[in-house]
């Protein structure tokens, strides 16, 4: 398994703004985890036919799923995999790429995808902002999902955040024309920058003025049903690869 350090990941070259494949973009934020026994069992057991280890080499994935007629959605930052599980559960005719570098998350998804015989959903543990560079081929993509990313709650952290310009530039060179990005927060804040910077991108098209409503196939959380009980509010944006 390939956990990566934050040092691990792109790094800034002031020489060179506009080379993103050298600029540093943060695509998580590394958390410790104490693994079940399950899980562990999962990622000595299931990773070797349902995981892929990082190397710097494009990936075939119609060759990983080993099918090529599939719609190919990456679900980036998957947490405990819950959701990822449900979808591909959900949506059969569609395969999931699963990027997270959380280990336990890692493990959980694993176990799921044993418990739940699912075939459609390939794991990979590392920094999505490099599988994105050096794995994915460009216009390979039909969709991609980020769920809950972690917010950095200030507006002057702008450059740890996840959903930055630089990064939704570089995700929009490996979409297909017409394929889609859809991003959900139960942060208020974060969900208007969200807006602001998939606005600000020439390369998509919000499907809605503003907000899009709850797409069928991405299901309620637990915590999200506990939220809307008590008056909290969850925003997903959808917009569409021009």
Request: hydrophobic share 40%; glycine share 6%.
């Given at each position: 398994?390939?956990?990566?350090?934050?040092?691990?990941?792109?790094?800034?070259?002031?020489?060179?703004?506009?080379?993103?494949?050298?600029?540093?973009?943060?695509?998580?934020?590394?958390?410790?985890?104490?693994?079940?026994?399950?899980?562990?069992?999962?990622?000595?057991?299931?990773?070797?036919?349902?995981?892929?280890?990082?190397?710097?080499?494009?990936?075939?994935?119609?060759?990983?799923?080993?099918?090529a007629d599939s719609k190919k959605i990456l679900e980036i930052g998957f947490g405990?995999?819950?959701?990822?599980?449900?979808?591909?559960?959900?949506?059969?005719?569609?395969?999931?790429?699963?990027?997270?570098?959380?280990?336990?998350?890692?493990?959980?998804?694993?176990?799921?995808?044993?418990?739940?015989?699912?075939?459609?959903?390939?794991?990979?543990?590392?920094?999505?902002?490099?599988?994105?560079?050096?794995?994915?081929?460009?216009?390979?993509?039909?969709?991609?999902?980020?769920?809950?990313?972690?917010?950095?709650?200030?507006?002057?952290?702008?450059?740890?955040?996840?959903?930055?310009?630089?990064?939704?530039?570089?995700?929009?060179?490996?979409?297909?024309?017409?394929?889609?990005?859809?991003?959900?927060?139960?942060?208020?804040?974060?969900?208007?920058?969200?807006?602001?910077?998939?606005?600000?991108?020439?390369?998509?098209?919000?499907?809605?003025?503003?907000?899009?409503?709850?797409?069928?196939?991405?299901?309620?959380?637990?915590?999200?049903?506990?939220?809307?009980?008590?008056?909290?509010?969850?925003?997903?944006?959808?917009?569409?690869?021009?």
């Amino acid at each position: 398994m390939n956990e990566l350090n934050p040092t691990q990941s792109i790094q800034d070259n002031p020489a060179d703004d506009n080379d993103l494949s050298q600029r540093r973009i943060r695509s998580f934020v590394l958390r410790q985890g104490r693994l079940t026994k399950g899980q562990a069992r999962a990622l000595e057991t299931v990773f070797p036919k349902f995981g892929i280890t990082y190397q710097p080499e494009l990936l075939d994935l119609n060759a990983k799923f080993g099918r090529a007629d599939s719609k190919k959605i990456l679900e980036i930052g998957f947490g405990m995999g819950e959701t990822t599980a449900k979808i591909a559960a959900t949506l059969p005719e569609c395969d999931f790429l699963a990027a997270e570098v959380h280990t336990p998350g890692v493990g959980a998804l694993l176990k799921l995808i044993d418990e739940q015989a699912l075939t459609n959903i390939r794991v990979i543990q590392h920094d999505v902002v490099e599988v994105l560079h050096n794995m994915i081929a460009d216009a390979s993509l039909d969709g991609v999902h980020i769920f809950f990313p972690d917010p950095w709650h200030k507006k002057r952290h702008h450059k740890r955040r996840l959903i930055q310009a630089e990064f939704i530039k570089l995700l929009c060179s490996k979409l297909k024309v017409g394929a889609y990005i859809h991003v959900a927060t139960d942060w208020q804040e974060y969900a208007e920058w969200v807006l602001e910077v998939l606005n600000a991108e020439p390369q998509l098209q919000n499907t809605a003025k503003d907000y899009a409503v709850k797409p069928d196939y991405r299901p309620l959380t637990k915590f999200e049903n506990r939220g809307i009980k008590l008056g909290h509010g969850v925003w997903d944006m959808v917009f569409i690869r021009r």
